[in-house]
């Protein structure tokens, strides 16, 4: 009687248990809702991103060429971005992605068709030398990157960014913490139909177009981008929603400034990348010396009303780029090696700013301090770049020679560390023209002007040669160079250069709070190589024993307790 007591209970318990599967399997059709308990929340998506993810209408399809044999290091960055795609489908059943391995085909000519392709469509290929477990080397040839295509747009991604200053585990960590925001603003920039309008201001000595080629092309991606004479002009920036001033070498007109202040005033971005001191670098290479005089632009006062003041001062940096210089005697054929030059700080960005996170090194030239002023409650400042922690100014007017090169100074030479070169300014500014005649006139006609700006933001940078990309003549014709390339050694060292400026007007453009994207963090968790290596065998048996020990127990544990229940 008893043991038919027990079948009947069991049975019971076996049909409610199904039942209750049931419900929950009929509920989670209907309700969605997952439990994200990392400390981080690396697997929950930004509100941004779910909300443009909600908003897409038709099919965006995803290649990603990560796929094959990978180091350990990429197929972890192969995992995370399948994770997140597979995150992004929850939230929209038009997206559609696959993994893809360029490498596949045995044909070495099929794969070099498909190599060359990749390239020219953006994708850069990272060469590998991969050591396998009997210590021989091997060559490899990984394409980490995503072509996002929708409607009939296609766009490529790149996810590794090669930072120079951090180990190889914290900048593929850096690529991981990215990942969302790099998916979300192409997808974003596929998606958009009505583009914002950036202007690059012209007129006072500003960059031509061949000098700010590069960055042009890449903003050209996200927005209209056009070049403005002002001319006293009330209406030539009225269809802009941000100006850049880039590099000017000559005095801005009281008009032309009015006119900028009031663009302010009604909630439009800048960004500012002005010299505060000039310096003729064809003077220095042809006398080896020259003078570093002021660069007269007449936007002091303004930029001090707003908050911030350019210093007349040039920053020297024991973190520098290296320039080529003649060592042979006189009359010798000449021998030409690489010498530090101290005025080309190298920038290595350490805040956690959204604009400067992740960032890779940046390169200036003959840049300036730069010092915030006021206490106005309205403002917000937040420094973006610094000097190193060997840094030196010297004021303006000065001498400067190449025999700094070769001087090689000592530590205690570079007394001033971490000096301010870019600065971030948020809130409601003040007009620089309050009480003041105005400089404009509308024959005749009233000019409405406003005092206290709408909430904008602007961007101080003390140099401008940080948006000039060299410039080459080939026959005849001019030929930009990249961004970030040496002007001597002709390669792309400086990667932080474009990345800082898109992501500076990207900041300034950003009305969905997309780049807060950017400050996400995740923590690098790694195992100590060290003790993997001296504790090997140990935890081997630990991780092989004690599973089976465990379960050989826990199935004695109910077997006992099973003989005394039933017997």
Avoid at 167 to 189: A, D
Avoid at 380 to 405: C, D, H, M, Q, W
Avoid at 524 to 540: A, D
Wanted: charged share 25%; glycine share 4%; net charge positive.
């Amino acid at each position: 009687m008893k043991r038919r007591q027990v079948i009947r209970q069991n049975i019971i318990e076996l049909v409610l248990t199904l039942l209750i599967v049931v419900c929950i399997s009929i509920i989670s059709s209907f309700v969605y809702t997952r439990f994200d308990l990392t400390a981080e929340k690396r697997y929950t998506l930004s509100d941004e991103t779910k909300k443009l993810l909600s908003n897409i209408d038709d099919i965006i399809y995803v290649k990603v060429y990560l796929e094959g044999d990978l180091p350990s290091g990429f197929r972890r960055l192969k995992d995370a971005t399948k994770e997140l795609l597979d995150e992004f489908r929850i939230y929209s059943d038009y997206l559609e992605y696959e993994f893809i391995d360029p490498s596949e085909s045995s044909d070495a000519k099929t794969r070099n068709d498909i190599y060359r392709e990749l390239h020219k469509k953006g994708i850069i290929p990272t060469p590998l030398e991969v050591k396998d477990e009997t210590g021989k080397i091997s060559n490899q040839v990984i394409f980490p990157g995503a072509l996002i295509r929708f409607r009939g747009r296609e766009i490529a991604l790149d996810l590794l960014s090669n930072k120079q200053d951090v180990s190889t585990e914290q900048s593929l960590n850096s690529c991981i913490e990215n990942l969302e925001y790099g998916f979300t603003n192409t997808i974003r920039k596929l998606n958009t139909k009505m583009q914002q309008s950036v202007a690059f201001i012209e007129g006072h000595g500003e960059f031509d177009f061949y000098h700010v080629a590069d960055i042009t092309k890449t903003l050209m991606e996200y927005y209209i981008v056009k070049r403005v004479r002002i001319d006293g002009d009330m209406n030539s920036l009225k269809d802009y929603n941000a100006i850049i001033i880039a590099g000017p070498d000559s005095a801005f007109t009281e008009g032309d400034k009015f006119i900028i202040d009031q663009f302010i005033m009604k909630g439009g971005k800048a960004l500012w990348l002005v010299d505060a001191v000039k310096v003729s670098w064809d003077s220095l290479e042809s006398s080896r010396s020259t003078v570093a005089l002021m660069n007269r632009t007449n936007l002091d006062d303004q930029l001090f009303k707003y908050g911030v003041r350019i210093n007349p001062d040039l920053i020297q940096d024991f973190q520098c780029a290296m320039i080529p210089m003649n060592t042979a005697f006189a009359g010798a054929p000449p021998q030409f090696k690489p010498h530090p030059w101290y005025y080309f700080p190298v920038i290595l960005p350490k805040q956690k700013h959204p604009i400067v996170k992740n960032l890779d090194i940046l390169k200036a030239e003959f840049v300036s301090t730069v010092d915030t002023v006021g206490n106005d409650p309205d403002i917000k400042k937040t420094f973006l770049l610094y000097s190193s922690n060997y840094s030196k100014v010297v004021r303006a007017p000065a001498r400067i020679g190449l025999e700094l090169a070769i001087q090689k100074p000592g530590p205690k030479y570079f007394s001033k560390p971490r000096q301010p070169i870019a600065v971030l300014l948020e809130g409601k500014f003040k007009s620089v023209f309050t009480n003041r005649i105005l400089p404009v006139s509308r024959k005749g006609q009233e000019i409405e002007t406003y005092d206290i700006s709408k909430p904008t933001k602007m961007i101080v940078v003390s140099d401008g040669d940080i948006i000039k990309n060299y410039v080459i003549n080939t026959d005849g014709e001019p030929y930009p160079y990249p961004l970030g390339a040496d002007r001597w050694y002709k390669q792309a060292f400086y990667g932080g250069n474009k990345q800082f400026l898109l992501n500076a007007v990207n900041y300034l453009c950003d009305d969905s709070g997309l780049m807060s994207l950017r400050a996400r963090e995740i923590k690098l968790r790694l195992l100590n190589k060290q003790k993997i290596f001296e504790q090997r065998t140990k935890w081997q048996i630990i991780n092989t024993l004690i599973p089976v020990l465990f379960i050989i127990i826990f199935g004695l544990v109910i077997m006992m307790v099973r003989k005394r229940r039933y017997c």
